[in-house]
């Protein structure tokens, strides 16, 4: 059986879970916590940036409003629903590390909160991102720029198979958050 992602509490685990971190807004933490159920439940090892972006995608309105009207909000989510009736089986017996990330030194390992290492940065370049912006707390929006930064993660393989171009995303959530400058994760090389 392929072993769950911790159910111990914090002090426990040796660390902290990400949605205890006091840099996430309640509705974020609220996702986060969302996320960590969704993989319990699909028998996932870790939270992987693909149900972080499930769990944005039914929570929060913003989020929902970044992709615009039309059919891919219901295309997007029909891909991420059909993961856990087997689109996502792949998925199971592997960590998603795709190496495009730098290491974040200081947050907690990937092992001690449940998040796979690219899911882990996400989380940190969210409050990241929010910093630049002058907010003390991430955001929703925050997260789903983060989780699309990395072209290798399995969000962005979710986004590509629904037809929705990461690149063009991320450049019109930076945008509209006023981050025109590529900054660490969101650059694309050129």
């Known amino acids: 059986m392929q072993p769950h992602i911790p159910r111990q509490h914090a ?3 040796g660390g902290r879970r990400p949605d205890d971190d006091a840099r996430l807004s309640a509705e974020l933490a609220a ?3 969302g996320a960590r159920r969704r ?3 699909d028998r996932d090892r ?3 940036t693909a149900h972080l972006l499930h ?3 039914e929570s ?3 989020v929902r409003a970044a992709f615009g009207a039309g059919p891919q909000i219901a295309r997007l989510l029909g891909y991420l629903v059909q993961r856990s009736i087997g689109y996502g089986l792949r998925w199971q017996s592997g960590v998603e590390d795709s190496g495009a990330l730098p290491v974040v030194t200081g947050a907690p390992t990937a092992e001690a909160d ?3 290492p690219v899911a882990s940065a996400a989380l940190e370049y969210a409050c990241e991102r929010a910093a630049r912006r002058g907010d003390d707390l991430a955001r929703g929006l925050d997260l789903l720029a983060a989780v699309v930064a990395d072209p290798q993660s399995r969000a962005v393989e979710v986004l590509t198979r629904a037809g929705i171009d990461a690149r063009e995303l991320t450049a019109r959530l ?3 958050a006023g981050l025109d400058e590529a900054v660490g994760l969101g650059e694309t090389p050129g």
Do not use: N, Y
């Open 31 to 33: 996702v986060v916590a």
């Open 60 to 62: 929060d309105p913003e």
């Open 46 to 48: 870790q939270i992987d």
């Open 39 to 41: 993989a319990v439940r």
């Open 55 to 57: 769990t944005l995608l």
């Open 11 to 13: 002090h426990e685990q």
């Open 174 to 176: 930076d945008g509209a």
């Open 114 to 116: 449940g998040c796979s």
